[in-house]
């Protein structure tokens, strides 16, 4: 299993651009990048997902660079309602799903 | 509307007293897992099962017990449960995964987590 590595916090003020990144050294060759967002007694939920170089959809954009021990969540512009913790996993679907304790990001008015 | 749902969102019960935490999806998924969330711990897996019939151990099954009788259920069990399953559990639910060698790892839809309380 991809075992992952976060920054335990990050505070950001509205309407700067977060970039929380996540170490996965021992990512397989089949995973792919995973990350979910969770606000407090919510279920987590997808965010964007990658196997590499860049993906962009509404919400976020994904670095994966080409040796993919690392990956970067990139977050445009955040608002108060971003604050919430973020989840990096490696995910093949074979495998079981194993969430690590995510980034808490904290947006300042 | 698709969706993964959890009943009682609320329980509080008392030591050795069997219970059940139900789990639906009406998304014709064929993985579902269970998950407790504690303070300092994030989220950790309970059991999950790959389709009917399929079920296997996550990282923290002791105590618990599940079944997938059908594709759309998979109840969370706790024969005799203890104060230290008090906790926010989150059932989710994913489609199958793409055939042959290279397998992409789809999203799970959680449900809205049942917080339990024994005591």
């Known amino acids: 299993l991809a075992k992952t590595t976060q920054p335990i916090s990050m505070d950001s003020y509205e309407g700067q651009e977060v970039n929380i990144t996540c170490s996965h050294n021992n990512i397989a060759t089949n995973d792919y990048i995973t990350w979910y967002q969770q606000f407090p007694s919510q279920g987590p939920r997808f965010i964007i997902q990658g196997y590499k170089t860049k993906v962009t959809n509404e919400v976020a954009s994904l670095f994966i660079p080409a040796d993919r021990k690392s990956s970067t969540l990139s977050l445009p512009r955040v608002s108060l309602s971003d604050t919430a913790v973020y989840y990096c996993?490696?995910?093949?679907?074979?495998?079981?799903?194993?969430f690590g304790k995510g980034t808490r990001l904290s947006v300042i008015a | 509307e698709a969706q993964v749902t959890q009943n009682p969102r609320y329980l509080i019960t008392v030591t050795g007293k069997k219970l059940t935490v139900t789990c639906s999806q009406n998304m014709n998924h064929e993985y579902m897992s269970w998950y407790r969330q504690d303070p300092g711990l994030g989220l950790r897996q309970i059991y999950y099962?790959?389709?009917?019939?399929v079920t296997d151990k996550g990282d923290v099954p002791e105590g618990y017990k599940v079944s997938r009788k059908e594709k759309r259920n998979f109840p969370l069990i706790l024969e005799s449960p203890s104060p230290n399953q008090t906790s926010l559990y989150f059932c989710a639910s994913s489609p199958r995964w793409g055939t042959g060698r290279m397998v992409i790892g789809q999203p799970q839809h959680f449900g809205d987590g049942t917080r339990l309380s024994i005591l």
């Open positions: 099962s790959m389709n009917v019939e």
């Open positions: 996993l490696g995910y093949s679907g074979n495998t079981p799903l194993v």
